[in-house]
Structures are given as C-alpha cells and as structure tokens.
C-alpha cells in the first residue's frame, strides 16, 4: 500500500551538487524513520542517512559533512541534498521508510540513479 517515488538524481561533475527527493503515496508518520541507501552493481544495498522519528540524523562515514538529509512530513516527502560529490558516490539511491511497531518492515522507492564523473 506505501508507494515510494525517488527523483533527483542525475549526472554531475566530481565537485558538484545535488538534491534527491522522495515522495509517499499516504500519510506518513513523524514517529517512522526514514533514510537514503545506495547500491552498485555486485554490491549491497547500504545506508547513506537516515532521519529517525525523534528528528535526528545519522550518517555513513563516506558521506558525513558533505550530505544533509531532511523531511516534510506534512508533504510527505524526505531529501537528501548531496554536496561535494565524488566517483565513489555513483551508484542507485533508493528511499527507505521503516515501519516498526510489533515488527520492523521496510519499504523501498524504485531508486534513482546517481553519477559522478567528469
């Protein structure tokens, strides 16, 4: 029933910036955490940042001090502004939303991708 739409992403020099958003199909609620993973080809999916119910941030150390993460809740969206991007940085980024009441569920955007080349 939770749809998740990723957009955003693109191509962009070593250097540059970008900003992801992540759009839900219903409501969601300001006591769900929701987070950013990226993925490459033979490799998997990990975190990137996440943005807990409680409003605080938690990033991967690649990423700290050069990515924000942030959500609308009344919009229900979530973004990831992306800075100072680099090649490793190139990969597909999906949006996450983790349910967790009697059990942990998670459900995952389409993913959008993301490159960093000159």
């Known amino acids: 029933q939770v749809h998740l739409v990723e957009s955003g992403g693109g191509l962009v020099q070593p250097g540059g910036s970008l900003r992801l958003s992540c759009i839900a199909s219903?409501?969601?609620?300001?006591?769900?955490?929701m987070g950013w993973y990226r993925q490459t080809p033979g490799k998997q999916r990990e975190l990137v940042a996440v943005?807990?119910?409680?409003?605080?941030?938690n990033y991967a150390d690649p990423v700290k001090g050069r990515f924000i993460i942030s959500r609308d809740n009344a919009q229900n969206m979530v973004y990831l502004q992306m800075s100072n991007l680099i090649p490793e940085d190139t990969a597909i980024y999906y949006c996450?939303?983790?349910?967790?009441?009697?059990?942990?569920?998670?459900?995952w955007g389409q993913g959008t991708q993301v490159t960093v080349s000159s």
């Open positions: 996450n939303l983790r349910v967790k009441i009697v059990r942990q569920v998670d459900y």
């Open positions: 219903g409501r969601i609620l300001s006591v769900y955490d």
């Open positions: 943005v807990t119910g409680g409003g605080s941030t």
